[in-house]
């Protein structure tokens, strides 16, 4: 059984600033060291199949194309074409259920598609497992680690044990599913700033995850998914100015008749009313919120004020209508 050392892996100053998670410096960290790249790109290897050699220019670090799990009459993935390119961090995100596990299980070649394909690094996984599963380190939902020691130890802390073991052979992707499900604080920061450092060595790293918080702070690009189904790919800042960037929570003492007139107001996105709190989308215009006190305010006194940043389910709640828990 592996335990690793606790060496600092060392945060290089080469990311920037803007997208590195703040955390303590004692939340650093217990990885292994990573190793020195053999292609420093972080593309894909020179070995790669001849045809794909040949043809492309940058082979996808994963590739979807046109993907479908049934589990009976369930469409558990339905329909998916998705690209991942090298060096990046690309977060799947979606509700309970969506299909975030089914989809990674189809790219390690844990389980096998109804229909479609999958490409890592320009090998078919179901062809060339063998292949796949040198390129790849895979940190499944569930970290089972069987070990006696190892069982008293925090979900965090076996949770970065399952990503140092995944490591060991060093490969050039990562998929991570749900890494920081029901990890602390600490080890969320650590496992992020692991994750970032990851990146800084060329490596891709696929992730799953239900925090939108956690993807803006990671993802160079997110896929949202519903029902199996791709709803969005994007990256963090263009999802966040597309679906709002802030969202204005407001609770009056009887119910507002003001709707009408904050919706015309510039920079207002979307304004929806439950009883007597409204709840008000903008696009992040800091100056906007003493405009709408105001208006709500004529009705009578305002009881709550909560202004945030938009969550997973205010986008999804945009997208598909729905809310994405419960
Ligand atoms: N082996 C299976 N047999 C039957 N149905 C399955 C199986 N595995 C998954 N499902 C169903 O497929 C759908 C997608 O499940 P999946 O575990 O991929 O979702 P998820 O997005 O990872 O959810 P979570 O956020 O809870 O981890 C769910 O409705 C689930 O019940
Ligand atoms: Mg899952």
Redesign the pocket.
Known sequence: MYLPTLPRTGSSATTPRSRRPIRPLHALTSYPPLRPERNSTGNAPASLPSHRRRTRRTVPAVEMIDLC?H??T?R??DHLSLCVEPGEIFG?L????????????MLSGL?VPTSGQVHVLGYDVRRNARQVRHLLGAVP?ETALKDARVNTFSGGMKRRLAIGRALLHNPQLMYL??PT?GVDVQARWAIWDYLLTLREQGKTVLL?T?YLEEAQALCDRLAI?DH?QLIAVDTPAHLRQVYGARVIELETSTMSMAIKELRKVAGVKEVRQKGVRLKITTEGTDNLLPRLINIVSRDGPLRDITVREPTLDDIFLRLTGTSLRD
């Open positions: 799990k589990f009976g369930l558990a993935v799947l979606g509700p309970n259920g969506s299909g975030k596990t089914t989809i990674i299980n389980s939902q599913d749900e499900l799953t239900n998914l199996g």
